[in-house]
């Protein structure tokens, strides 16, 4: 029963998106459902205790990767006498100055986590398909990050807490991160969209049909290029949160640990659970993505970084 769902899911999102063009992407829409199936149709649900599934997971990123990069390697950690896998691959490793692109590919419980975050990941192979065919200014890093769902967000057992700690142990300087966090899901619909204080509705609005930069004060130059270069782009409404670390919901990702370390970075976010209903849900699945807006959001970082960075 639970195949057959998964397939009736799978065809109704491919009908939805041959009944939108492709031209106008750089991001190739194919490729980003047959990602967005890989990730989300395995046998079991892809949370820390379901280790095969998580390992497979990794080898299905490792080898989307080697196709494109300079390098892939696989940095492995372990916790509670279990080996979890961080997933490197890199280009442009002739260049001094360096980016890291990630996301996390678990979710949390039991669900397919298609929103949460297999849009991250996908959204992360595309742009390294993309950049591979760039002559790239700077070193980038794509990573794949396991274990940033609970019951290890915030602790030091989180991937991105490993592989950033990795570079800081190795004094590797980054020009900055950015984090890939949850860029599927959007609503037309009038108080789609939530905040943490409702006061935000004013600036932000109630629709939660754009894309979010999400920085901290003093995030310094690069956050500053992210946002004006995806803004600039003008492909889909794209909108900055600014704030201190301490405001709910500022450091809610993979992001959080390369601050920790004394890195530039920000989240491109569809804001989480403050528009997305299905978050931690059995219900984040693919048939509630936006295809369409999910590309553009891809084509809006592939082009800031190919033009402004």
């Not at 750089?26 to 395995?42: E, F, H, M, S």
């Not at 991105?160 to 890939?180: E, N, Q, V």
């Not at 949850?182 to 619909?189: K, L, Q, T, V």
């Not at 209903?277 to 984040?284: A, C, L, R, V």
Request: with cysteine; glycine share 8%; hydrophobic share 35%.
């Amino acid at each position: 029963m639970r195949k057959l769902i998964q397939l009736l899911s799978f065809l109704i999102l491919a009908v939805s998106c041959r009944s939108q063009t492709n031209d106008s992407f750089y991001a190739d829409a194919n490729r980003v459902i047959t990602g967005l199936k890989a990730l989300t149709q395995t046998e079991n649900s892809r949370n820390y205790q379901q280790v095969e599934v998580l390992n497979a997971v990794a080898a299905y990123i490792f080898a989307e990767l080697k196709v494109v990069c300079d390098t892939v390697t696989y940095q492995p950690f372990t916790v509670a006498g279990q080996t979890y896998y961080n997933v490197i691959g890199s280009m442009g490793i002739e260049n001094t100055e360096r980016i890291v692109i990630g996301a996390h590919y678990d979710v949390s419980g039991e669900q397919e986590g298609a929103d949460d975050n297999a849009s991250g990941v996908v959204g992360m192979l595309e742009l390294a398909r993309l950049l591979s065919k760039e002559k790239l200014k700077n070193r980038i890093d794509f990573v794949a990050y396991s274990l940033e769902e609970p019951p290890f967000f915030g602790t030091k057992q989180m991937g991105s807490y490993i592989h950033a700690k990795s570079l800081a142990d190795s004094g590797i300087s980054l020009k900055g991160m950015i984090c890939l966090e949850m860029i599927g899901y959007f609503s037309n619909e009038r108080k789609s969209q939530r905040y943490p204080l409702p006061f935000l509705k004013l600036f932000y609005g109630s629709r939660g049909n754009y894309i979010t930069v999400v920085r901290k004060f003093g995030g310094g130059k690069f956050s500053k290029q992210i946002f004006k270069g995806m803004k600039k782009q003008n492909l889909i409404r794209t909108k900055s949160f600014k704030g201190p670390e301490s405001f709910q919901g500022v450091d809610f990702s993979d992001h959080r640990n390369y601050w920790h370390f004394g890195y530039p970075a920000v989240m491109v976010t569809n804001t989480a659970f403050y528009r997305n209903p299905n978050y931690h849900k059995p219900s984040d699945r693919l048939e509630t993505l936006n295809k369409e807006k999910m590309c553009r959001v891809i084509d809006e970082v592939y082009l800031t970084i190919r033009n402004e960075i």
